[in-house]
């Protein structure tokens, strides 16, 4: 079970640190988009910023959600892991 939760934590900070310039778009949006920047338009300047942005909305609700959720129980688990650690004499 620790092996588990080691791997999705290292997973998720892998991912969100070594994240790299992600292309959003469908390749129908990207071929439309890149026409009309050389053909001097600006309308697809910031497309992949605002859809990474929407993208991004829903996780962090739902994981701010959760966070609310679990608190209690987060914060109970460090002190009880306090608690032990502190009765320890180095």
């Given at each position: 079970m620790k092996?588990?939760?080691?791997?999705?934590?290292?997973?998720f900070?892998?991912?969100?640190v070594?994240?790299?310039q992600v292309k959003a778009q469908c390749s129908v949006?990207?071929?439309s988009i890149q026409s009309?920047?050389?053909?001097?338009?600006?309308?697809?300047a910031g497309l992949n910023h605002a859809?990474?942005?929407?993208?991004a909305i829903p996780y962090l609700v739902?994981?701010?959600c959760l966070f609310f959720y679990f608190k209690d129980e987060i914060f109970e688990k460090f002190r009880i892991l306090k608690a032990k650690y502190s009765?320890?004499?180095v």
């Open positions: 092996s588990k939760k080691y791997f999705f934590a290292t997973l900070l892998f991912l969100s070594f994240v790299g949006c990207a071929a009309n920047l050389q053909h001097g338009g600006t309308t697809g859809i990474l942005y929407l993208m739902v994981s701010t009765s320890h004499k």
